[in-house]
């Protein structure tokens, strides 16, 4: 029983870390335009600044939900938000014009100095925690109870492997976002199959939501049983694996120097 506990938790850490891995690149892209106008020294300390105040936020939300993750209001909100985030993300990836990026770029070399962007950086990777905290939260809240000690009102474990995700994903944000950022430019599917996912955590949060006592629309034990944990892993599977394999892969694209030369 021990074995299968860990090897469940270690599959959702690695989940987790592909996960983050894949939002914090195109979170990265954000912040690298908020910070882009700073001399380098400067956009270097903003960008850390920045991810220091929202490892302090994340360890702050993530103790604060753990105390509400039991209330089926709160679950309702978290899967609802999800869902939302991973429609509107594919929408606008699909459907909005380019232009709209690119007049963002130019509004934010515009703004203010140093501080403002610090500010500006701090917001949004808070904005980005919500995001990655509540898919984590999502994915934790149906693993079977460890012997560790309760932290906040969750289990001990599981708000453990939420945390280690969490860091996790601020490192890859700081230090291997461009390997991501890579990848996301050669299998570009692999960002619409990151918030497919995200809608379908959101999914598996309104399934646990729905078996909840209080409602008891689903049985008590649905979201936990082996039926539903084995549909929900084959369907994550098959939309990483989608993204992957129908991602038409992309050339690297022209230098500065060589697009120059051409025209």
Do not use: C
């Amino acid at each position: 029983m021990e074995l299968s506990i860990l090897l469940e938790y270690s599959w959702v850490l690695l989940l987790l870390i592909a996960l983050e891995g894949i939002l914090a690149a195109d979170n990265a892209l954000v912040l690298a335009i908020m910070v882009k106008h700073l001399p380098e020294e400067q956009r270097k300390k903003a960008l850390f600044y920045g991810l220091a105040g929202a490892f302090v936020f994340r360890f702050a939300s993530l103790f604060v939900i753990s105390f509400l993750v039991n209330v089926w209001q709160i679950q309702a909100i978290g899967a609802l938000y999800l869902l939302f985030i991973a429609i509107n993300h594919i929408f606008r990836k699909v459907a909005v014009n380019k232009e709209k990026e690119k007049n963002k770029e130019i509004q934010e070399k515009k703004q203010s100095g140093f501080w403002g962007t610090v500010f500006k950086v701090e917001l949004a990777d808070i904005a980005f925690a919500v995001d990655s905290i509540l898919a984590a939260v999502a994915l934790a809240v149906t693993l079977p109870n460890t012997n560790l000690p309760q932290i906040g009102g969750m289990d001990g474990g599981k708000f453990l492997v939420v945390f280690a995700g969490g860091l996790i994903g601020l490192i890859i944000m700081r230090f291997a976002a461009n390997l991501f950022v890579k990848l996301l430019h050669m299998k570009p599917g692999l960002e619409i199959a990151a918030f497919l996912i995200v809608g379908w955590v959101g999914v598996k949060l309104a399934v646990y939501t729905l078996s909840h006592p209080q409602l008891a629309i689903l049985p008590e034990g649905f979201a936990k049983s082996p039926e539903w944990k084995i549909t929900f892993y084959s369907v994550l599977v098959l939309i990483a694996l989608g993204g992957w394999f129908l991602s038409k892969e992309k050339k690297e694209l022209p230098s500065a120097e060589e697009s120059n030369g051409n025209g």
